[in-house]
């Protein structure tokens, strides 16, 4: 007894070290790991919790077979991953100009950087539920600030933003990249402050102009923070849900319904819980391609 | 003199890009519902009343609201700290092997998409009785901000030099003594910098909480002015107060400790 107590005093470094670690693998094998098991396990079956139908039937690969021919599936798909091709490259975009805004010489001119560098984090404490509410009412027909400002510039029709399907797409894209380009811009920030002053100062030596230094120098420094929230800003742009439903709704009918809100309608509103496992356990699939090319960038800078 | 115009310009535009949506609402809570309707639209209000700001927590258990946040928010980024903490430490300090593995498989953890985890999690706890309480969020959210302490807490304890540990130790202090004594005060920082990413995380968080607490009582801000029903139309100026009620905590929060939020996040944190 004494010599357990001992050795709980002063373990050894491995004991100590499986000591510390279990309550993180504790938390993440019951909140990831069981979960994504019975994922996957509920996904071969025909489960439904309404109407007090519980009882689950074994049904092999027949949701799997129901997937791939489900238009609806399809459908979101598709959204998923136009949304992530537009907002992605343009947030990037934005968060590359923002970024280089705000890596002027403010201090060496007497101004002080904190407005700048809280017009960053703002949108990106903002919760994305909020921004969607914000920018829904921006795009509001009758009483939005867009709408108005098109007025001013001479636009006959107010244009029903979130009641057209390719408008209301537009409106969303537009809401993701202003609320995503700010995280990107702070990483690309602390990306171009890393970059040696010196490499410029030779340049201008050599003579090369603002803009070959800008994709000689410039660019090339950064491309390893533009990887890392490249990579980052895809998984996350995959699971978008927030924003779609507080401004749309999946709307108009299933025009901008992503692949989470149709997991999430098919799961927690209809309580299919079967058919909602399949569709999630295909977009982990889709997301794992990704996640693992994020893993292989970390392993390689560590 | 040109440069100067031409740098404060670019603060402007940066600046106006990031606080136009929350200056709007600002306007828009402070106008009545009969302005809002008029048209052309108003910019700035005609007669600027805070009524909204009071129906806001009269129409709605707002304040519940904003407890519930807090309460989940609160619980579960210490719990994430202190476990983030100890596996943090253990990865940075002791002589394990594989360590690069566990920290990327704590990290890989966060990658999952949440509406995956989504499905089994609300079935879990339906069966558990555990949806609508303050549990059925506190647990998810504790794991989800694991993977960002960890690699914020990690770095910062890579930074504390061993000596000063093992000083304390040959003082007489057992590890777990040098852990509390020496390594904790020094990480204080850090953990304070994780702490704030979480609390962030946790504050935002929709998707969960949407599924597993809908039931008016136990909304979460974000769920609850999304869920807010107007009697006949969405009520704008209602909504506005209610969300500027909602951004002002996470606001002074950030504006306090900016350099330490830009450093967390440049250096572990990866969130959307």
């Known amino acids: 007894m004494a010599a357990l107590i001992d050795r709980l005093r002063d373990p050894s470094e491995k004991t100590l070290g499986l000591l510390l670690l279990a309550p993180a693998f504790l938390l993440l094998a019951l909140i990831v790991v069981y979960p994504i098991g019975k994922l996957v396990f509920n996904s071969f079956f025909d489960l439904r919790l309404s109407g007090g139908g519980g009882a689950a039937r074994f049904v092999g690969l027949e949701n799997y077979a129901l997937v791939l021919t489900d238009k609806d599936f399809w459908h979101a798909t598709k959204n998923t991953v136009l949304i992530t091709l537009i907002t992605v490259p343009g947030a990037l975009v934005v968060g590359l100009g923002l970024a280089l805004l705000a890596n002027l010489p403010f201090k060496k001119m007497g101004l002080p950087m904190w407005p700048v560098r809280l017009a960053?984090?703002?949108?990106?404490?903002?919760?994305?539920?909020?921004?969607?509410?914000?920018?829904?009412?921006?795009?509001?027909?009758?009483?939005?600030?867009?709408?108005?400002?098109?007025?001013?510039?001479?636009?006959?029709?107010?244009?029903?933003?979130?009641?057209?399907?390719?408008?209301?797409?537009?409106?969303?894209?537009?809401?993701?990249?202003?609320?995503?380009?700010?995280?990107?811009?702070?990483?690309?920030?602390?990306?171009?402050?890393?970059?040696?002053?010196?490499?410029y100062e030779a340049a201008e030596v050599d003579?090369?102009?603002?803009?070959?230094?800008?994709?000689?120098?410039?660019?090339?420094?950064?491309?390893?923070?533009?990887v890392v929230a490249l990579i980052f800003r895809t998984i996350t742009a995959l699971q978008t849900f927030d924003i779609p439903y507080t401004m749309t709704k999946g709307g108009p009918g299933n025009a901008t319904e992503t692949l989470a809100m149709l997991i999430h309608k098919t799961t927690i509103e209809y309580l299919d819980v079967g058919y909602g496992s399949t569709m999630a356990v295909c977009m982990f699939v889709l997301s794992l391609a990704v996640t693992a090319l994020y893993l292989k960038r970390i392993g390689q800078q560590a | 003199m040109k440069t100067r115009l031409l740098v404060l310009l670019a603060a402007g535009i940066v600046v106006a890009n990031g606080f136009f949506p929350a200056a709007w609402i600002l306007l828009t809570s402070l106008k009545t519902e009969a302005e809002l309707v008029s048209k052309p639209i108003t910019y700035w209000p005609a007669n600027a009343t805070l009524g909204n700001y009071v129906q806001a927590f009269t129409d709605q258990p707002l304040l519940r609201y904003l407890g519930n946040s807090a309460v989940v928010a609160a619980v579960s980024t210490v719990v994430s700290l202190v476990v983030a903490a100890l596996a943090a430490y253990a990865i940075a300090r002791l002589n394990l092997r594989r360590r690069q593995l566990i920290l990327t498989c704590i990290v890989a953890s966060s990658m999952f998409p949440l509406v995956t985890l989504l499905v089994p999690i609300f079935e879990t706890m339906r069966?558990?009785?555990?949806?609508?309480?303050?549990?059925?969020l506190v647990l998810p959210y504790t794991?989800?901000?694991?993977?960002?302490?960890?690699?914020?807490?990690?770095?910062?304890?890579?930074?504390?030099?061993?000596?000063?540990?093992?000083?304390?130790?040959?003082?007489?202090?057992?590890?777990?003594g040098a852990l509390v004594r020496v390594v904790v005060p020094l990480a204080a920082p850090g953990v304070f910098t994780a702490g704030i990413l979480a609390f962030v995380n946790?504050?935002?968080?929709?998707l969960l909480a949407l599924s597993l607490n809908a039931s008016a009582s136990m909304r979460t801000l974000p769920v609850g002015i999304t869920l807010y029903q107007g009697e006949f139309t969405f009520p704008w100026p209602i909504i506005s107060a209610a969300l500027i009620v909602a951004i002002v905590p996470i606001a002074v929060l950030i504006a306090l400790f900016q350099e330490r939020v830009v450093g967390g996040l440049t250096q572990g944190g990866l969130k959307g």
């Open chain 1, 120 to 199: 960053l984090l703002l949108p990106w404490a903002l919760p994305l539920a909020f921004a969607g509410l914000i920018f829904a009412w921006f795009f509001h027909t009758e009483y939005g600030v867009v709408n108005d400002v098109a007025r001013r510039f001479g636009a006959d029709e107010p244009t029903m933003w979130l009641l057209r399907p390719g408008w209301a797409f537009a409106a969303i894209c537009i809401t993701i990249i202003w609320k995503t380009s700010s995280f990107m811009a702070l990483i690309l920030l602390a990306g171009l402050q890393m970059i040696p002053r010196s490499l």
């Open chain 1, 207 to 226: 003579g090369a102009s603002r803009w070959q230094q800008f994709w000689q120098i410039t660019i090339p420094m950064l491309m390893p923070s533009i």
């Open chain 2, 127 to 136: 069966t558990l009785g555990l949806l609508n309480t303050y549990t059925a």
């Open chain 2, 143 to 176: 794991v989800l901000n694991l993977p960002v302490c960890t690699l914020v807490l990690v770095g910062f304890f890579q930074s504390i030099p061993k000596d000063l540990e093992n000083a304390a130790m040959i003082d007489g202090c057992t590890r777990l």
């Open chain 2, 202 to 206: 946790a504050w935002d968080e929709f």
